[in-house]
């Protein structure tokens, strides 16, 4: 199975402020991952596929990169409503996979 | 507008069975691969089950293999998650959820049910 590590765990942001979140993969995922934003009692919504690809209705602030093993989701300049958990997911291979989850909070 | 409603989650006992039901509604739902996937409380989330299009394949992980059934209806527009066996650890929150785009097996999820919660205790 495809191990995704999520990091940091937790971290809190000024408004205005990027922020970066890091996921890697146990193996090549060759760009097969989403990102998800999740808000308290929701549920996840897609924000990123195929790596870097912002999916529709999603602010511009929100970006994804990467390659390989290693990739980041950046929010270019933290808002209120950026509040929640985001988790990582590769689509590659059976078992699909998510990382463990980073929560965001306003500082 | 792109609508999942799930239904049929409760409480249960341990050892016994539970069917998840999923309305789709707002897209072509024989279109879709569709999945469940739960998320334990104030834990992350898993990925229980994906059904292809037509329903002829289906993928689980080792977690909940031979136990749960991942099913549809396309004539109803309707997923379906047949819980056997189930276990303490089976408690969460399950979600219904559908791929990114048509036809084809992406395994990512472009919307989300509001999710139905299922308790398994004694």
């Known amino acids: 199975d495809i191990q995704m590590t999520q990091s940091p765990a937790s971290l809190s942001a000024s408004l205005g402020e990027t922020v970066t979140i890091q996921c890697r993969a146990s193996?090549?995922?060759?760009?097969?991952l989403a990102w998800y934003q999740q808000k308290p009692g929701k549920s996840p919504q897609l924000l990123i596929y195929?790596?870097?690809s912002l999916q529709d209705g999603v602010p511009s602030r929100f970006s994804g990169s990467g390659s390989g093993t290693q990739y980041s989701l950046k929010i270019s300049s933290m808002q209120t409503e950026d509040e929640g958990v985001y988790f990582c997911?590769?689509?590659?291979?059976?078992?699909?996979?998510f990382g463990s989850g980073t929560k965001l909070e306003i500082k | 507008e792109v609508q999942l409603v799930e239904s049929g989650g409760g409480l249960v006992q341990p050892g016994r069975s539970l069917k998840l039901s999923c309305a789709a509604s707002g897209f072509t739902f024989s279109n879709y691969y569709m999945a469940w996937v739960r998320q334990a409380p104030k834990k992350g989330l898993e990925w229980v089950a994906t059904i292809s299009t037509s329903g002829s394949r289906t993928y689980y992980p080792d977690s909940v293999k031979g136990r749960f059934t991942i099913s549809r209806d396309n004539a109803k527009s309707s997923l379906y998650l047949q819980m056997n066996s189930l276990k303490s650890e089976d408690t969460a929150t399950y979600y219904c959820?559908?791929?990114?785009?048509?036809?084809?097996?992406?395994?990512?999820?472009?919307?989300w049910g509001q999710g139905t919660l299922v308790t398994v205790s004694s």
């Open positions: 959820a559908r791929d990114f785009q048509p036809y084809n097996n992406y395994g990512w999820f472009a919307y």
């Open positions: 195929g790596a870097s």
């Open positions: 193996e090549d995922i060759y760009s097969g």
């Open positions: 997911q590769q689509g590659l291979k059976y078992p699909l996979t």
